[in-house]
């Protein structure tokens, strides 16, 4: 039964990628292809990305205070230069 719900969470964690890809394909001229290509460079996975996603969107926190968790996160700022740099 345990396997089975494995299996599940699996499969919506991918639905769940996808989905995310697309909407950030949609928002923005980063293809799928690209987004794929700097997280393997930064070696992250979606999980991280989104942490990173949530760090920048969250309204209760001083730039400062984003800045000293990004450089906690690794790979984060790396990342987001190379996002920066594609939106360019």
């Known amino acids: ?34 987004i794929d290509q700097l997280l393997t460079e930064n070696s992250m996975n979606t999980a991280e990305f989104n942490q990173l996603i949530k760090l920048i969107k969250d309204q209760t926190k001083s730039n400062n205070d984003k800045i000293k968790a990004l450089s906690n996160m690794q790979n984060g700022l790396e990342l987001l230069v190379g996002l920066v740099g594609k939106l360019i």
Do not use: G, V, Y
């Open 1 to 34: 039964m345990n396997n089975q719900w494995q299996k599940k969470a699996k499969q919506a964690q991918k639905e769940t990628d996808a989905a995310l890809s697309n909407q950030i394909d949609q928002l923005t001229s980063i293809k799928q292809k690209e």
